[in-house]
């Protein structure tokens, strides 16, 4: 006997799956900007009935990407079910990483076609899958291009930052303002399941103002980081720069022990504002985000902030 349930939370921009049967049991996290899904399985398992349900889902309610994050045994699973392994956040269970298996929904068909349903490899370092892809080049190109803008910007000062608490009501209207620009790099959406989020703006001299939010799970000691808009230049790189070194530290205050957060994979001024900050590329995502009207490619970036604690 099958069930579902529909939670709409239209205020948060996501809205809540759940699904079980006999051999199912699943919750679908259906971000509507982006039109992401992401896989909470609370069933392990290579079962048939789950990629079809949840490729069905992804169809019906307009999803283009599909992605779940897992712990290292249950990498296996989604690669025979026709995932992608795209790479890890680092610290993500506090002392072990979590696992992305992504799929683009458009082309899980073919891939399943030329690949059958057996496994599709063991569980090597991130990046095996999709070493040649071209999200891949696409992000070792600008990464590339980021390293030789901190080369060019070194020795230049950062300005100092302020920071101070941004409400719910001022983040929406930030969101949309950012959206009418075309500049907006996400709406504030939440990535898990009762998580706390803060937002903050912070601002510099010169008119410079980011806000951004962060989504913490105490249990694990996780973070996601969200920034609202990326640098166009360098004046604005180097204060997103120093404003991302303010959140970090926040966060340590926060004890927070990682976090990570998603950038264009074609954005070289946000990529060297993180690349200056300690941040290494830990996932490349294909077609994960939308930014204006293009859906692009996605690098996740990941810090450790401070070791667990025993």
């Known amino acids: 006997m099958a069930a579902t349930n529909l939670s709409s939370t239209a205020s948060s921009g996501v809205d809540e799956l759940l699904f079980r049967n006999d051999s199912v049991s699943l919750c679908l996290l259906v971000n509507r900007r982006h039109r992401t899904l992401r896989i909470v399985d609370f069933r392990a398992g290579p079962t048939p009935s789950k990629r079809s349900f949840v490729l069905s889902t992804a169809k019906r309610e307009g999803v283009e990407k599909i992605f779940t994050l897992v712990e290292r045994d249950e990498v296996s699973t989604w690669t025979r079910l026709g995932f992608t392994r795209e790479g890890s956040i680092p610290g993500f269970y506090k002392r072990s990483d979590a696992w992305i298996l992504g799929a683009v929904v ?9 690949s059958g349903d057996g496994e599709e490899g063991g569980e090597g370092d991130e990046g ?44 929406r209207r930030a969101v949309a303002a950012a959206q009418r620009a075309g500049r907006a790099l996400t709406g504030f959406e939440p990535f898990g399941r009762d998580a706390v989020r803060t937002g903050y703006v912070l601002s510099a001299r010169g008119g410079f103002a980011l806000h951004a939010a962060w989504e913490m799970q105490s249990c694990f000691g996780n973070s996601f980081l969200e920034l609202l808009c990326p640098p166009r230049h360098e004046a604005e790189r180097l204060a997103t720069t ?56 996605a690098i996740l970036w990941a810090k450790k902030l401070v070791a667990p604690e025993a």
């Open 242 to 297: 120093a404003a991302i070194g303010a959140l970090c530290d926040r966060l340590v205050e926060e004890k927070a022990v990682s976090t990570f957060t998603f950038a264009p994979a074609d954005d070289q001024e946000l990529c060297a504002a993180l690349l200056a900050n300690g941040f290494r590329r830990s996932a490349v995502l294909a077609r994960h985000l939308v930014v204006g009207r293009a859906r692009k490619d």
């Open 106 to 114: 458009s082309e899980m068909t073919s891939r399943l076609r030329t």
């Open 128 to 171: 095996d899958d999709v070493a040649a892809s071209p999200a891949v080049l696409l992000a070792e190109r600008t990464i590339a291009r980021a390293r030789r803008l901190l080369r060019e910007a070194a020795g230049r000062p950062l300005p100092a930052i302020k920071i101070a608490p941004a409400s719910g009501v001022e983040l």
